[in-house]
């Protein structure tokens, strides 16, 4: 099995399905990259056994087919060290030894039996599809993904839920404090009526979605049964175990009346929320907001060590004056994932949860993130 391949464009499809890989693995085999030769196609895969990562390149130059499952640290650190330039692989299909030759030099491995990497995982009968446009899957991914939590008796909070009905695609993601619901329309799907289906994905294969989306373009295929998931984008496939369990009822937490609206510059906000924070209880991080004919007081105190923090910027509010007291770090989390210039803040009471909402949504999406108050002493 001979082929030749630039070694950059090797080691930024190698960089990207590396992040699979653990750092202790139940398996010695999933420390490899397999590396799978057909005609002029080579296919790279990465995997953990709970998430398989897949990426292939075009060669101009290749000889045999087979496949080679290959140490995949030595590998990286000797890619990373050469500038652009063509590598020659040759592996010896009986011995699997493996010899890199470059412009002043040969690099040798010994390669491992590519037949015992485990076998990916098989979708059922009740297959479901969707398709929608990446740079919508991308956003709405990035926008939640923050709100994930690491609950160990509660897995189903650990991942990002896809509900999906006749009419739209809705991704949510809770860690009980805060939530993020994001709408989106998709191009097509195998719902109808009355229909919904629902999985939910993974914290770390949504990370890896979200770092090889932006790279890519044109459509994703997602296809599911009640197990594991598939995603197919033009350069990569994932596949992954879904989390098992039934999802909250995140409508149902989400308030409905709430006579309070107040709506601010969302980076202003921001920059007050980072200054005064520095002033709150290092174990509550607690800050207080009280509103009042179109200003925001902003205000953090720490009595331990006697010293505090206030500041007062503007807003469009009129109405009985409220107070409310929030997570400072949370509530600087959420401003910092939208992007609207503006934002509207909606609340029924200090003991009730508080929505923020952008002003105006982008086009074919519609967030809304949740957070819940601290109680305040006064």
């Given amino acids: 099995m001979k082929f030749i391949v630039s070694s950059t464009d090797l080691l930024s499809h190698l960089q990207a399905i590396s992040r699979v890989i ?47 499952a290959v140490a995949s640290r030595l590998l990286l650190d000797t890619l990373r060290e050469f500038s652009d330039q063509p590598l020659n692989f040759n592996i010896n299909d009986s011995n699997l030894a493996m010899v890199i030759t470059s412009a002043n030099g040969s690099y040798n491995f010994i390669g491992q039996n ?36 690491d609950d160990e008796l509660r897995p189903v909070m650990n991942g990002i839920y896809f509900d999906i009905t006749a ?74 175990r879904q989390v098992e369990g039934r999802f909250p009822n995140y409508n149902g937490v989400i308030p409905k009346a709430n006579p309070y609206k107040i709506i601010i510059d ?42 505090s923090a206030e500041e007062t910027i503007s807003c469009q509010f009129e109405g009985d004056p409220i107070k409310i007291g929030f997570k400072s770090s949370f509530l600087i989390e959420i401003l910092g994932n939208i992007n609207a210039s503006d934002i509207v803040m909606e609340m029924s009471d200090a003991s009730r949860a508080g929505l923020i909402l952008p002003f105006e949504n982008e086009e074919n999406e519609e967030i809304l993130m949740l957070l819940m108050p601290m109680l305040l002493n006064d």
């Fill in 22 to 68: 653990n750092n202790k693995n139940s398996l010695p085999i999933l420390d490899n990259f397999l590396f799978q030769l057909e005609g002029n196609t080579l296919t790279m895969t990465a995997s953990d056994i709970e998430t398989t990562l897949i990426t292939s390149m075009e060669l101009e130059t290749a000889e045999g087919n087979g496949k080679v």
């Fill in 114 to 149: 590519g037949d015992e990497y485990p076998k990916l995982p098989q979708l059922g009968d009740e297959v479901k599809t969707l398709s929608l446009p990446v740079s919508t899957l991308s956003s709405g991914i990035s926008k939640t993904l923050f709100c994930t939590a």
């Fill in 167 to 240: 009419e739209n695609l809705t991704l949510v993601a809770t860690d009980a404090h805060k939530l993020v619901r994001y709408k989106t329309t998709y191009t097509s799907a195998s719902v109808e009526g009355e229909e919904t289906v629902n999985f939910i994905l993974p914290k770390k294969p949504a990370n890896m979605l979200k770092n090889i989306l932006p790279k890519e373009s044109g459509e994703v295929e997602i296809s599911f049964d009640n197990k594991n998931a598939h995603f197919k984008l033009a350069n990569y496939t994932m596949i992954c």
């Fill in 266 to 307: 969302r980076v202003t906000l921001l920059n007050a929320l980072k200054r005064v924070s520095v002033f709150a209880n290092q174990a509550s991080n607690l800050v207080k907001l009280a509103f009042n004919n179109n200003q925001i007081h902003i205000s953090a105190q720490d009595i331990d060590f006697s010293i």
